[in-house]
Structure formats: C-alpha cells, structure tokens
C-alpha cells in the first residue's frame, strides 16, 4: 500500500516543482514573507518532490517483482488519453491557487486527498505524467505467458516506441493496471 502510495505522489511531481517555483518567485519579487503557512508549504512541497522520486524509482529501477517472460500480441499506445487530462490539473492548481492563505492551503490539501483515493483504489496507476515525461509511453497490450501460455491484458510502461512484432520481453506484471517492459527483447 505504501508503494502505492509513493506512486501516486510521484504522478503530481510536475505540479508540484511548479508550484515550488511559484512560490520562490513568489518570494524573490517580495510578494511572498516566510512565515509559518510559506515555510509550511515549502516544506510540504520539498517532502512531497522527494517522496515523489523515490517512490517513482523504487516502482521503476528497485521493483523486486518478479520479472515474467511475455510475448506482446497487441499493443495500442494510449499516452495522449490520460497525459493531457492531468496537465490540466497541473495547471488548475499551480498557477490561480494562493497558497499563502489557509484556505487555499487547505482545499489543495483536501483536493490532493481526494484524488489520492480514488486514484489507489481503482488502480489509476498507469495515469503517471512524469513517467511520461521522462519518456515512457503508456499502451494497451494483449501478452502471452510464456511460462503459463495465459493470454493476459495489460497496461504498461515502456520507455520509448514499443515494437511488437511477437518479440519476446520481460515484464515486472504487478497487476493488469500497472507492469514495465524491461529494455531487453530476444
């Protein structure tokens, strides 16, 4: 649940660089005073980068899945359906919200919540715009279990243009939401 949890805070990692660099720039054209809510949310924002990253590598470089041998069949890349709508976000929350007042500090916070629960439980782990960023791709694929010969739907990560053409991959398969296509291909 925790791994869960870092993932879905990496997935606002953009949002919230920007509203970091907001609130510095905030400060350099004196806008902005350090006080308890400013210091407040420069740290909460520190912890959640950082948090953010960590969970983002512990599910891409650190995951101690179980990496399966699988034959792609069908694949739809499926990127553009989910990356703009939470730039959108990105967008609605850094730039009109003041988080210099409790108000806006706390509806942020709640927002954020919200989102939270219902991104974990129905497994909205594929919506991940910095993994987008950092060049991964999203897709739709249809695999075959080499092991089990199962035919399986999923939706996975792939670093750059996933090539089909029945090449045999790895993939760390954590459920039918949520896998990563290993570089490697025979």
Do not use: R
């Not at 995951?63 to 694949?75: H, S």
């Not at 990127?79 to 919200?97: C, E, K």
């Not at 999203?138 to 999923?154: H, L, N, P, Q, R």
């Not at 939706?155 to 954590?174: H, M, Q, R, S």
């Amino acid at each position: 649940m925790f791994k869960n949890l870092l993932l879905y805070i990496s997935a606002f990692v953009p949002m919230y660089i920007l509203v970091f660099v907001k609130l510095v720039v905030e400060i350099i054209n004196q806008n902005l005073t350090f006080n308890v809510l400013n210091t407040l949310n420069f740290a909460t924002l520190l912890l959640l980068i950082v948090s953010g990253i960590i969970g983002l590598l512990w599910n891409v470089k650190f995951n101690e899945d179980e990496a399966k041998e699988i034959i792609i069949l069908e694949k739809k890349n499926i990127t553009d359906q989910h990356f703009l709508g939470y730039f959108s976000l990105f967008v609605f929350f850094a730039i009109p919200l003041d988080l210099s007042l409790v108000s806006a500090y706390c509806v942020y916070v709640l927002v954020l919540i919200f989102i939270g629960i219902v991104y974990i439980n129905n497994s909205l782990y594929y919506i991940n715009p910095l993994l987008n960023i950092l060049g991964f791709n999203f897709y739709d694929i249809t695999f075959k279990d080499v092991a089990s010969g199962e035919t399986k739907a999923a939706k996975i990560f792939y670093k750059g243009d996933l090539i089909i053409e029945n090449k045999t991959y790895w993939a760390k398969v954590k459920n039918k939401h949520f896998c990563f296509i290993d570089k490697k291909h025979k």
